[in-house]
C-alpha cells in the first residue's frame, strides 16, 4: 500500500462497525441477526443520494444474470447487494479498507447474499482481478481518493473485456476554489484528489474509453440533502441506522463542508458512462 492508501484505509477503518451497525438496526427495531437488504440500505450506500443515486446510474446500463460485475472501492457492499438483488447477476467488489470487506462480507451473509457477491482487498490501482474478467464495472464516490486517474482508467480497462463498460459516480471539482476540510471522503488535503470532469474524461480516453454518456447530479443532491433533513426535522433526528455510522466524530460538519461547496457550485457530483471498443 502507498502512504497515501494506507492513509485512506485509516481514514475510513472502524473497528466496530459491523457490531455499531447491528446495535443500530436494534434500536431501529430490526432484528439484527436478521435483517433485510432494505434495512441496510441507509448506511450501506455511502455515496450521495444512496441508493436513489444508485439506481439512477443503474437505469442507464444493461445488465442481466449474465452479466459479470465488479464492483470498485465497494465499501461495505451496500450497491453491489443492491446491483445482484435487482438483476440477478454475480458481483465482485473490492475495497482498500479492511474493515470495510470484513462488514461487507458479513452484512452479505447476513443477507443471505453471500453466493451473489463476493468481497476483497484491494487497490483500485492494482485491481486484484484477471483481465478481461468483467463486463460492467462500477465506481461509486471512490476517485476523490484517487489521484493517478490515469492508473485507475489503464486498471479498469485491463479487466474488462472489449465492449465493456465503466460506470462511475464520483465528487467532481466544480469551480477553483479551496476547498474546507473535512470531507466525507477525507478529514484533510493530504489525500483528498477532487479533480474537474475533464481529468476523468482524458486519462479514460487514454485508457481506450468512449464517453456515453454524462450527467451532473448537483441539483439532484441538493434536493436530495432537502428532503433528508426535513424528514429529520419531522422525526426529531436522524434515524439510529445511517452513514453517521461511516464518519466518525467529524461526520456532521464533513455533511455541512459538503452541502456549503455544493451549494457554491466548487463540487458537483457527476456520473460518466464510458465504454471500451468491440474489438480490444
Ligand atoms: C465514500 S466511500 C464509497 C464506498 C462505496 N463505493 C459506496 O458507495 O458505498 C469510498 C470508498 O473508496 C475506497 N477507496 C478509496 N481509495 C481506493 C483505492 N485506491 N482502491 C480501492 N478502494 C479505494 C475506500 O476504502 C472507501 O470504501
Redesign the pocket.
Known amino acids: 500500500m502507498s502512504d497515501v492508501?494506507t492513509r485512506?484505509?485509516k481514514h475510513?477503518s472502524g473497528e466496530s462497525l459491523l457490531e455499531n451497525i447491528r446495535s443500530a438496526l436494534r434500536a431501529s427495531g430490526v432484528d439484527p441477526d436478521a435483517p433485510d437488504i432494505e434495512d441496510l440500505k441507509p448506511v450501506?450506500?455511502?455515496?450521495t443520494g444512496g441508493l436513489e443515486a444508485t439506481d439512477a446510474l443503474l437505469d442507464q446500463l444493461e445488465i442481466t444474470q449474465e452479466t459479470r460485475v465488479l464492483d470498485?472501492?465497494?465499501?461495505?457492499g451496500?450497491?453491489a447487494r443492491h446491483v445482484a438483488a435487482r438483476t440477478g447477476a454475480q458481483v465482485r467488489g473490492?475495497?482498500?479498507?479492511p474493515d470495510?470487506v470484513d462488514t461487507a462480507r458479513a452484512l452479505s451473509d447476513l443477507v443471505d447474499m453471500a453466493s451473489s457477491t463476493s468481497f476483497q482487498v484491494?487497490?483500485?490501482?492494482d485491481i486484484p482481478e484477471p483481465d478481461n474478467s468483467a463486463d460492467l464495472a462500477l465506481m461509486?464516490?471512490?476517485g476523490m481518493?484517487?489521484e493517478d486517474k490515469e492508473t485507475l482508467f489503464k486498471e479498469a480497462a485491463r479487466v474488462l473485456v472489449p465492449g465493456g463498460t465503466f460506470a462511475l459516480f464520483d465528487v467532481m471539482k466544480g469551480s477553483e476554489s479551496a476547498l474546507t476540510f473535512p470531507f466525507?471522503?477525507a478529514e484533510e488535503a493530504a489525500f483528498s484528489f477532487v479533480t474537474p470532469p475533464s481529468s476523468y474524461r482524458s486519462a479514460a480516453s487514454t485508457a481506450g474509453f468512449e464517453l456515453i454518456a454524462e450527467r451532473d447530479r448537483s441539483e439532484f443532491a441538493s434536493d436530495f440533502f432537502e428532503r433528508v433533513f426535513a424528514r429529520f426535522a419531522k422525526a426529531g433526528g436522524p434515524p439510529p441506522v445511517g452513514i453517521h455510522l461511516l464518519m466518525h466524530e467529524t461526520g456532521k460538519v464533513k455533511i455541512e463542508n459538503y452541502i456549503t461547496h455544493l451549494h457554491a457550485g466548487d463540487i458537483a457530483p457527476v456520473e460518466m458512462i464510458f465504454r471500451l471498443p468491440a474489438q480490444g
Do not use: K, Q, R
Not at 450501506?44 to 455515496?47: C, G, Q, V
Not at 473490492?94 to 479498507?97: A, I, R, S
Open positions: 492508501e485512506v484505509a475510513y450501506d450506500e455511502f455515496h470498485i472501492g465497494c465499501g461495505i451496500g450497491a473490492f475495497d482498500l479498507t470495510f484491494g487497490s483500485a490501482l461509486f464516490h471512490v481518493n484517487i466525507p471522503w
